[in-house]
Nanobody, 115 residues
Framework: QVQLVESGGGLVQPGGSLRLSCVGS????????MNWYRQAPGKQRELVAA???????NHADSVKGRFTISRDNAKNTVYLQMNYLKPEDTAVYYC?????????WGQGTQVTVSS
């Protein structure tokens, strides 16, 4: 069992930055592929960024060049650095851990981009 706790969300002006963190419990955190998803009101949940256990990353086209996913296995933590935020980035952001048939989710953290 892996428990995931996100933090770092909040209200930010357009063009601003936030860094989301997701801390996972358990000693095998490093085995998991980690993902950040988001869900805006009235929209489906979408994959924002992913990082494999080996550190390879992938970012959605909508955030490429603005968001960066990273992980620190020693701290059981995955990050999402979000720069040049836009109003359309407003959503609840969820951390997700996947390994084999194991699939865990955090409770989500709200990000609101508004002036």
């Amino acid at each position: 069992q892996v428990q995931l706790v996100e933090s770092g969300g909040g209200l930010v002006q357009p063009g601003g930055s936030l860094r989301l963190s997701c801390v996972g419990s358990g000693s095998i955190f490093s085995w998991y592929a980690m993902n950040w998803y988001r869900q805006a009101p009235g929209k489906q949940r979408e994959l924002v960024a992913a990082i494999t256990s080996g550190g390879s990353t992938n970012h959605a086209d909508s955030v490429k060049g603005r968001f960066t996913i990273s992980r620190d296995n020693a701290k059981n933590t995955v990050y999402l650095q979000m720069n040049y935020l836009k109003p359309e980035d407003t959503a609840v952001y969820y951390c997700n851990a996947k390994w084999r048939n194991y699939d865990y989710w955090g409770q989500g953290t709200q990000v609101t981009v508004s002036s």
